[in-house]
């Protein structure tokens, strides 16, 4: 085997080192695959004199830029993150027919269709397994495998540090702040967590698999986005006691007319039966419905240096075999145009908790705001000052209409918790 | 768009009916992801006046092997089962070009290399999704996404029948031949079960899967096989109390010594939490296990016309594809020739009921005999004449030779359950 594939890595971090080091490890095995030899040609780092056991010290540079412009370079593999920088080196990278691995998911929901568009100008792939549910295999089956079957519904839990925290949580009884402590502590979530706890990550990804899913160009801004900041260990306890565990949800739908698609990640109460209830720790599940095959789950760690590297050097052989056969993969397609339609009209059952006052007239009184407003209660209790309803199914925009009103009530002190129920019902 | 892509379906059963509807309510969706319009050129059946609703009767052809000899075939789908005449349809349609999908896992099990080998030949693909596991998308994730990772385990339900039969055991209470006798009125069982209830069907399909997972050449005669006719409304009832829900497994790992593999089909009990144990009626689930991916779990349907043509269509647009571009897929891959290693060598922990006399003194003759052996026992536990034994980890062969001194010792009436325990243990 003489033909030699020269991949030029940008990021050397956890994700990074792994990469770096399984190339030297397991070159035999990349080479059988791939049909030729791997030679890594460079690593951009920021700081060249950090520490990198197992990673070649010769390859270290600090000129990305000048890296992925080596017209030498047959594939470069993204892994710095961040979306400017980042994108344009993609960009340089295709510029002289590289074709691009990245895990970026913030950059790929972004800027993905544009990109796409440079790739297939170039005759360049661009692969980003890693970017979505980390070593679990989704964007490809999704993309590939189901390519002849009509996706109703990706709906699934893609982030490992929220699953971590509320999982810990619902285990152990801590509340919040405890959770997100140890979940810092382990390494599970960053000094600053605002892009997990607040859904951006889960966001970015629930908008590449939709796009992917529904074959529609789905961007970040069209995903309603709720974090899990809110959650009190009064609402796991509430939900545990329902029957109910809470996850934190991407929910990607296909509309009953065919013609419209809606994306939203949030938090959720799901039967403690349902396959997503008993995703643990950092873990990722993503349930996908087709008309044909019909409910199918992926389930595996979501994050994590070696995980993400499994991910990110399988689409390296993917896209080294393209390159040496001089094609290219399946690239991106938005045929469907599918419309994004508003949270105002995804139709969900809602777990409502009231602090309310000890007025006998209380329930008659919000039943009524909500019946005004078609949002039928299905059950209710009463616990001291505490009211707690679920509702039947209703739009969302009703629902937010019933508690904005509900918040002007006399007998109302405050809308605690207000939790969307799913898992119960197909997909609407 | 102009090109267009011609393919022949040998076969129109439960499977192949959907496929030639799916062609035709869907052109629209298969022709944007192939990049050419599916146009069918035949359809060959056993029998010409049989009722098909939905399917173009000026296509209905009893002359398979002219159809798959038409050199403006670009692909053969084939779906008519049985080895002998359905190897020799592939082979025509390699021998002018033509590339296959197939759901035929007795075919590739038995001739899977040489079959590969004339593809390869003729410059076309060979690609059988559907083959293992229905809907679920396994086999290109596994061959593909995970490429670059060391896999060392693959371990699942791949029969669906017998996972029906032994749910229905499990939660109906109900006796093997009732739970047949439902299977069968449902369809999810054949009049004839032997191919799945004797393992023949699971035998195939872990044949399948360990040679893609190791890339290794795997024969089903490599599969150690035993089915679940054996298995009682008692081991059921014994299993839930010890924790365990009775499962029938295929396991494929990679020895420690890494240079070698075990595959087998059997029973197993499996602890009540584990993932594998809540896969429910005609479901499939598989396990991965990788070095650096982790555990990943693939769950779905894994049997029946809607699914199963699911996976056949994702390979025909992965087929089509190529053949557009000039290209072949992965294809298959032997280069790791790892050693087959007999069951004897397997280690597990065993589940072990004997039928013995009320002396006193049984249990201790029973535990001379597997110490001798180096089975050491776990726990036990006496019901009568019924003496219950959980051991510790043994190899198969160990086990094999102990119970045979026992069926000789004068306290044994009979041994009457043998159901190794799985899923407690990382992989060997």
């Known amino acids: 085997m003489t033909a030699t594939l020269k991949v030029a890595l940008l990021g050397c971090g956890t994700v990074g080192g792994e990469v770096a080091r399984y190339l030297d490890t397991h070159a035999d095995d990349l080479a ?12 951009a780092v920021r700081r060249a004199d950090l520490p990198r056991p197992g ?13 992925a412009l080596r017209p030498d370079v047959d594939v470069v593999i993204e892994l710095i993150g961040g979306v400017d920088t980042a994108g344009e080196l993609i960009r340089t990278a ?3 027919g590289a074709s691009v691995v990245s895990a970026n998911k913030a950059l790929i929901a972004a800027q993905g269709t544009s990109l796409h568009e440079a790739a297939a100008a170039a005759g360049a792939d661009l692969y980003y397994e890693a970017a979505v549910a980390g070593a679990i295999p989704l964007l490809r089956p999704l993309c590939e495998s189901l390519a002849a079957d009509r996706i109703t519904r990706v709906f699934g839990v893609v982030n490992g540090t929220t699953n971590f925290i509320l999982d810990k949580m619902e285990v152990l009884g801590a509340c919040y702040q405890e959770a997100l402590k140890e979940a810092i502590q382990l390494g599970y979530a960053e000094a600053d967590p605002t892009a997990d706890v607040e859904g951006h990550d889960a966001a970015a990804k629930a908008a590449i698999l939709a796009g992917i899913a529904f074959t529609t160009r ?22 545990k006691a329902l029957g109910y565990s809470v996850k934190f949800l991407a929910v990607c739908d296909r509309g009953a007319d065919d013609r419209s698609v809606r994306v939203r990640v949030h938090p959720a109460m799901i039967p ?17 419905e087709a008309d044909a ?19 990110v050097l399988g689409d390296l052989v993917a896209v080294g075999r393209n390159k040496l056969a001089g094609v290219t993969g399946f690239g991106s397609a938005n045929y469907a145009g599918l419309v994004l ?11 409502v908790r009231l602090e309310v006052t000890d007025a006998p007239d209380v329930l008659a009184s919000v039943a009524t705001v909500l019946a005004r407003h078609g949002v039928p209660i299905e059950t209710s209790g009463r616990s001291g000052c505490s009211l707690a309803l679920v509702t039947h199914q209703a739009t969302d925009g009703a629902l937010a209409a019933a508690v904005a009103e509900l918040r002007g009530l006399d007998h ?9 129920i799913e898992g119960t019902d197909p997909a609407p």
Not at 55 to 67: K, Q, R, S
Not at 219 to 226: C, K, L, N, P, S
Not at 412 to 420: M, P
């Open 272 to 288: 403690a039966g349902h396959p997503l209830a008993s995703v643990r720790g950092a873990n990722n599940a993503v349930l996908v």
């Open 218 to 239: 789905v961007r970040i801004e069209d995903v309603h986005r709720e974090g899990i900041t809110a959650i009190t260990s009064a609402d796991i306890t509430a939900a």
């Open 412 to 420: 109302v002190h405050e809308v605690a918790s207000l939790i969307r």
């Open 293 to 311: 095959a019909g409910q199918l789950m992926f389930y595996g760690p979501g994050a994590g240096g070696a995980p993400t590297s499994s991910a």
């Open 341 to 351: 339609r508003p949270m105002a009209e995804v139709s969900t059952r809602c777990y």
């Open 55 to 67: 990673v070649p010290e010769h390859l270290i540079t600090t000129d990305a830029h000048e890296l």
């Open 94 to 96: 295709f510029s002289h």
């Open 32 to 43: 059988a695959r791939i049909g030729a030899r791997v030679e890594l040609a460079g690593i």
